[in-house]
């Protein structure tokens, strides 16, 4: 019953015009897109966000029904949040779905969800990782966590498209935040050449640096 009264609702947001806009974005034709944007997504997760159980058990056909899914999660209190991030994860299957699920009461246990982050950034697939690199951009780019940031960077699959672009955002906002630490990073070259690259141009794409800190940055590309 959840599932059909869902799927009605959402059909009666369809916007064909988006639908295609996004697919494109999305770059794979396996996922099954309705065309709902995401103010209106995020307005449905809200109102079942009592009911995720039920949403859980949802099919995921489509990707908004999974959007609402990890939308709804992820506005639970920690102690609700973490009885289901383990079910939550293995369902995110492109880089959409990944960079919106940010489920902010992690803001404020970040040191108990650790272990979850270096859980997933070891995983093997390709969203696990981003999922981890995402959620250290979004929470933990201070300088406290700079060396564990660091170090699940270079572990990281950046022969894996949407991981190596995860690495570079990450890096690159590390160089925003603490620029010598994370230049220090840098030069030990322990990136592979694309990933250590990108990062650098991330970062000079940036208004938060300086032109100085540009310019070097330039010239320790590889």
């Not at 390709?126 to 660091?150: C, G, P, S």
Request: hydrophobic letters at 40%.
């Amino acid at each position: 019953m959840l599932y059909r009264q869902l799927l009605t609702e959402l059909n009666g947001y369809a916007d064909e015009e988006y639908k295609t806009f996004h697919k494109r974005l999305l770059k794979n034709d396996n996922i099954n897109v309705i065309g709902v944007r995401v103010p209106i997504l995020r307005k449905i997760a809200k109102k079942y966000k009592d009911e995720v159980d039920g949403l859980l058990a949802c099919p995921d056909e489509y990707y908004e029904v999974t959007f609402i899914k990890l939308t709804a999660v992820s506005m639970l209190e920690y102690g609700q949040f973490i009885k289901y991030v383990d079910k939550c994860v293995p369902l995110i299957d492109n880089w959409a779905t990944c960079d919106c699920f940010v489920p902010k009461c992690i803001n404020s246990h970040r040191d108990e969800f650790m272990p979850y982050i270096r859980k997933y950034a070891a995983a093997d697939g390709e969203f696990y990782q981003r999922f981890a690199l995402t959620t250290l951009l979004h929470f933990y780019v201070e300088d406290k966590y700079a060396e564990t940031i660091f170090a699940l960077a270079e572990r990281s699959d950046t022969s894996l498209y949407y991981v190596h672009m995860a690495v570079a955002w990450l890096i690159a906002e590390t160089l925003v935040k603490f620029y010598d630490k994370a230049k220090s990073f840098l030069l030990e070259n322990t990136l592979d050449k694309k990933t250590h690259n990108k990062a650098i141009q991330k970062a000079c794409e940036s208004f938060r640096l300086s032109n100085d800190q540009k310019n070097y940055l330039k010239g320790i590309k590889r």
